[in-house]
């Protein structure tokens, strides 16, 4: 399919089908009318609090709660203790104490032998309102022997260190994961080994090999996680309104861990204040303020404050990566060998599909041609807070995304070539598509060279390295940095893709009512990205209906059909496939009731948007609002025709999705104080067809500012003893609109050729390709000074000391 | 473990604060360590207001005291007693959105919506302080407050958009 012709408009002015139209959801939010979970108050509603622990590693003695207990106003304490003496009915372990982590690990619900982290749940108070909870916490005593933490990610695996999953009889920080591998290799070991070996001796051929360290970082949506549960225990109804990206799932998870079946479990995500990742884990908060309703039998909500959030909930990368990039000296490049050691926190709890336990990193090869490529991935416990695949990642592409653009980079250097110059070389061709890769994805579309000149046009490319020329000879320090990504996104065919066992396939239900309005109902779950509006338009699209005249119903579970929700891009590249199949079923139906109407044959009907006519007459004709009317009325219709207008459908991909793109940017670093300004970011996307233009930039100025935000300042570090140094918005630091230059955005759409309406999701494109055009622009920068390679964040600090050859380990804090 | 009945009268109102909001005069009891943001939030009930952070850092609290934007998280409401308290509630007039409602709207100067409503106050008063500010006068005004799903270039842009349409009868300071 080509380029979609600009869409007619319906009496409200918008679009009927693609094109940009003004948000739906936008009334309430400007009105202050916006529904969060902190926003839910029930009738005898009590609040809760989390004592958290303040040791890394610790082995709880005792806990008092006898002073919290008498506050006045306290309701309930509970402690891990508690928990063990709720017997759970369920397969999953016999008490409360422990949950299931969404990759098959367990993960302490509070606290029971031992605190892993700065910041785990010990105890939960349950008050008449959110100060005395807070005060309750003040006095629970709780006695703690230290332990030694494992804060260093490399020296976990180290003979002697402190075991921290003692809990499950291991003797090491290893991680198992449900396949029975302690690592996770994709690709051609043996071919990528004899590649680079041969390009070693070869004199013609160079071999660079870098470290490579993707920091932890923290998605740190503006709304933090919370929840209000309330547990009717005359009907057994538990109902939960949550921050949650993925209510479906979820309300499987809970009704595995509470023994529950799902009927009687109704999850409601109301409006959610960005996700980013965050808000797809089950956490112990969540799982508390279940525990809180059935102990006390009054709704009981938890909020998270900002610094438990940052500290306890869904933490993001944190992979230490070495590649080795072999080319010839033309720049032709030949194989890429990756070694990661991947921190996981103390409980393994990324969320991904379970037969990628480190995510689509594999995906590394990027968008180049080359044949032999291999990446081995060892995961280790540390005394840290569990997460890991978050903040926009698409399934850790980020880490796959930055390794290879810094590692080309990296070999550009070495090459003394123009990286413009060595990408343009190594960049798949048109004609290579479908192309499977050497670690094995299959590319579906793609025009990479073009989208690349169209950035480098916007760039004015040429311009921008004489202005830096001119500039070195005058002592400034200006850079250009490039990024040119692959993700695939749209998780997933179910044969490859479940996570806890659940397939990866959209449910959706739309029901068109006699007067030709229309409900949708989906499965996936708004953080922001517009579903109440970019699904009307498909509808629209599909049907003729006014996008204004369909409603969209989504996060309630009570309401919606079963699917996996929203994070890896996947809601237009799955959901919104459903959303046009559902829609074309709908189509077909119609068909049916005005060939009936029509006294005609099917197949002498044909469709022009919003209508069935008869070929050849175009007089003769129903329009959908008609033939909506016709469906629900007395109209005879043939044997094995039903009545109504509805349908439903459940997409399962045939395969992701791979929207790509080219990102410049230019920044301008100050080597007295190491800072960095960037000046300008060029962005050109092509995420395939566009449904809504406005929403897909809007979604890219977000991820560039993710981008300026990880490379420049973002960073969750601990100290020796276990300290989270991030804990709060004073040390982690988020890019304000003065760090931000206004985007220059461009776009190239090649359809995927899969997908029914040809669009291939954008949600996290941004986030995931931005980050290595700012540090390959500040490396850029850099490079009169010899600096190759440093670690974000490019602090001032950071940029300072490798401008003095003393570049420093990012993430941990040692002198 | 401990079971007790929940009773809101466990703690005794302290005090009580009298302000005026959106124009109306409101009085209510509460605590004197009581931070206006939970005030207006969870005792007056208007929640378009929020809150994001423990430290005075994301601004999704900000409303107006006597005309100035302020973080309703760095203030106690008992230092609000007797002064005007604008929120985003207040923008609206007489079934009439602002135009830097209409201006988020238009330039699409929102996704999540969170951070919405302590940009629109502070949007609102840059304007009517400036009523054509630069760009960088813009990006500074906000530059006190976190938005994680724009990137700023958008909320820059709805300014810039209720600057160009101020209202018929709009006020300039
Ligand atoms: S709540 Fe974050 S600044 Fe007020
Ligand atoms: S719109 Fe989501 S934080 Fe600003």
Known sequence: MTAVEEAPLSPAGNPIGFGNMKRVEDQRFIRGEGNYVDDVNLPGMLHSAILRSPYAHARIKSIDTSAAEALPGVVAVITGKTLEGIPRPSLLGDNFAWMPTLSYDTQAVLATDKVRFQGQEVAFVVATDRYIAKDALELIDVDYEQLEPVMDAKKAMEPGAPVIRDDKGQTDNSITDVHGHKTWESGNAIGTAEAIAQAENDPNCVVVTQEIMYPRVHPAPMETCGSVSYLDKVTGQLTMYTTSQAPHAHR????????????????????????????????????????????????????????????????????????????????????????????????????????????????FSGSYDYPHAHCKVTPVYTNKAPGGVAYACSFRITEAVYLIERLVDCLAAELNMDPAELRLKNLLRPEQFPYTSPTGWEYDSGEYEKTMRVAMEIAGYDELRKEQEEKRARGEYMGIGFSFFTEGVGAGPRKDMDILGLGMADGIELRVHPTGKAVLRLSVQSQGQAHETTYAQIVAHELGINPEDIEVVHGDTDQTPFGLGTYGSRSTPVSGAAAAVVSRKVKERARQVAAAALECSPDDLEWELGRWFVKGDKERGKTITEIALLS??????????????????????????????????????????????VRRFIAVD??????????????????????????????????????????SFMDYLLPTAMECPTYELGETVTPSPHHPIGAKGVGESAT???????????????????????????????????????????????? | MRFAVPSNQAKEPDMQVTMTINGESVTKECEPRTLLVHFIRDIVGLRGTHWGCDTSNCGTCVLWVDGEPVKSCTMLAAMADGREVRT????????????????????????????????????????????????????????????????????VKSIQWAAEHPAENEVKA
Not at chain 1, 786 to 791: E, N, P, Q, Y
């Open chain 2, 88 to 155: 985003v509630e207040g923008l609206e007039q007489n079934g009439q959105l602002d135009p830097i409602q209409e201006g988020f709207r238009e330039c699409h100067g929102l996704q999540c919506g969170f951070c919405t409503p302590g940009m629109m106050m502070t949007g609102r008063w840059i304007l009517d302080n400036n009523p054509n500010p630069s760009e960088e006068e813009i990006r500074e005004g906000i530059s006190g407050q976190l938005c994680r799903c724009t990137g700023y270039h958008n909320i």
């Open chain 1, 252 to 363: 499987t998870v809970y009704a595995m861990v509470a023994g529950l079946p799902e009927h009687k479990i109704r999850i409601i995500s109301p409006d959610v204040g960005g996700g980013f990742g965050n808000k797809v884990g089950v956490y112990p908060g969540y799982v508390l303020s279940v525990i809180g309703t059935i102990v006390t039998g009054k709704p009981v909500k938890w909020m998270e404050d900002r610094g438990e959030n940052l500290m306890s909930t869904s933490f993001a990368r944190d992979y230490h990566m070495t590649g080795t990039i072999a080319a010839t000296k033309e720049g032709k490049i030949l194989a890429v060998d990756v070694d990661v050691l991947a921190d996981h926190g103390a409980f393994n709890g990324v969320a991904q599909p379970t037969n990628y336990p480190a995510g689509f990193f594999h995906i």
């Open chain 1, 686 to 727: 092509d995420c395939g067809t566009r449904i809504n233009p406005m929403v897909v930039e809007g979604q890219v100025h977000g991820g560039l500012a993710d981008g300026i935000g990880m490379a420049l300042m973002e960073l969750i570090a601990f100290d020796e003893d276990g300290n989270n140094l991030g804990g």
């Open chain 1, 768 to 815: 995931v390709g931005s980050p290595p055009a700012v540090v390959n622009a500040v490396m850029d920068a850099l490079a009169p000074f010899g600096v190759r390679h440093a670690d974000m964040p490019l602090t001032p600090a950071n940029v300072w000391r490798a401008i003095q050859g003393n570049p420093i380990r990012v993430d941990m804090a040692v002198e």
């Open chain 1, 632 to 677: 629900h009325g007395s109209l005879e219709l043939p044997e094995g025709v039903e009545g109504h207008l509805d349908a439903t459908a459940v997409y399962n991909p045939p395969n992701l999705t791979y929207p790509y793109g080219c990102y410049i940017c230019v920044v301008d670093v100050d080597p007295g104080t190491g800072q960095v300004k």
